[in-house]
Antibody, heavy 112, light 112 residues
């Protein structure tokens, strides 16, 4: 059974970087696609980007050059970095395998 | 970006009632490979999103067959044939045909 678990700070100051880790068990991240999705207060959902089995990446253009998704295959983890955050980046962040398996999510608040 | 319009925003149902949710796309979701990448997800209270149906009408493993999906091009429907208490939550349609992947605003299913 594949399991995903997000981890990272729950509070980030404006203008700083948000960094999250997704730890995967039961499935190798060298197969399939691994993404980050966030849910804003209310119901709005946004796909942020993914890293593929080969290490290639695709990002939502709305995030422009602020986002980076990387991985460590030796630890079976992948990572999200979002730079220059504002209060509008306050959301619950999920990692997922394609659209099939999701982590429990981590709430991140951007506030001074 | 593709805009997905879900209706209704809120749905009140009794146990055993059949209900439908509509999802309309701002452009055709038929991909050049012949598939239509329109999925339905459910987020129960306090849980992460769960994939119910992928590619319009394919039931994800483990999902009860009271859920069904239909539609084509720009008009899609999720039907629940006999609502059960565990079906309560927010339903999202999402598309992965046109980059970036996008979500509908969600339909909240409540008990009447």
């Amino acid at each position: 059974e594949v399991q995903l678990q997000e981890s990272g700070p729950g509070l980030v100051k404006p203008s700083q970087s948000l960094s999250l880790t997704c730890s995967v068990t039961g499935y190798s991240i060298t197969s399939n696609y691994w993404g980050w999705i966030r849910k804003f207060p209310g119901n709005k959902m946004e796909w942020m980007g993914y890293i593929s089995y080969s290490g290639s990446t695709s990002y939502n253009p709305s995030l422009k050059s602020r986002i980076s998704i990387t991985r460590d295959t030796s630890k079976n983890q992948f990572f999200l970095q979002l730079n220059s955050v504002t209060t509008e980046d306050t959301a619950t962040y999920y990692c997922a395998r394609g659209w099939f398996d999701w982590g429990q999510g981590v709430m991140v608040t951007v506030s001074s | 970006d593709v805009v997905l319009t879900q209706t209704p925003p809120t749905l009140s149902a009794t146990i055993g009632q059949s209900v439908s949710i509509s999802c309309r796309s701002s452009q055709s979701l038929l991909d050049s490979d012949g598939d239509t990448y329109l999925n339905w997800l459910l987020q129960r209270p306090g849980q992460s999103p769960q994939l119910l149906i992928y590619s319009v009408s394919n039931l994800e493993s483990g999902v009860p067959n009271r859920f069904s999906g239909s539609g084509s091009e720009t008009d899609f429907t999720l039907k629940i044939s006999g609502v059960e208490a565990e079906d309560l939550g927010v339903y999202y349609c999402m598309q992965a045909t046109h980059a970036p992947d996008t979500f509908g605003a969600g339909t909240k299913l409540e008990l009447k």
